[in-house]
């Protein structure tokens, strides 16, 4: 049974940082590539960030280019995502997903985590 754990998210100042886990059990993700997803409230889920199984590719939304960096460590079989510089317009709920390509649309993923919220305020 593929389950997924999710955590790191919270309340932060603008500026902040946070990093969010995606932990895996059931399963080992090193055949799959990992997605990160977001929706703010009223909004649909985009896209934030994807690695590929190998993590020799990455791809980022522009608006989070230069501050968040999505990672995998395989020995832990967990994947990260390192978010810097917040802003308020980060604030939403956040997913890990797992596809078999990296892809930035939702449907080209299979498997996804509970979601995890992330507040970014004054």
């Known amino acids: 049974q593929v389950q997924f754990v999710e955590s790191g998210g919270g309340l932060v100042q603008p500026g902040g940082s946070l990093r969010l886990s995606c932990d895996a059990s059931g399963f080992t993700l090193d055949y799959y590539a990992v997605g990160w997803f977001r929706q703010a409230p009223g909004k649909e889920r985009e896209f934030v960030a994807t690695?590929?199984?190998?993590?020799?590719?990455?791809d980022y939304t522009d608006s989070v280019k230069g501050r968040f960096t999505i990672s995998r460590e395989g020995a832990k079989n967990t994947m990260y995502l390192q978010m810097n510089s917040l802003k308020p317009e980060d604030t939403a709920v956040y997913y890990c997903?797992?596809?078999?390509?990296?892809?930035?649309?939702?449907?080209?993923?299979?498997?996804w985590g509970q979601g995890t919220q992330v507040t970014v305020s004054s």
């Open positions: 690695i590929s199984w190998n993590g020799g590719s990455t």
């Open positions: 997903a797992l596809g078999d390509i990296p892809g930035t649309t939702a449907s080209m993923y299979d498997y």
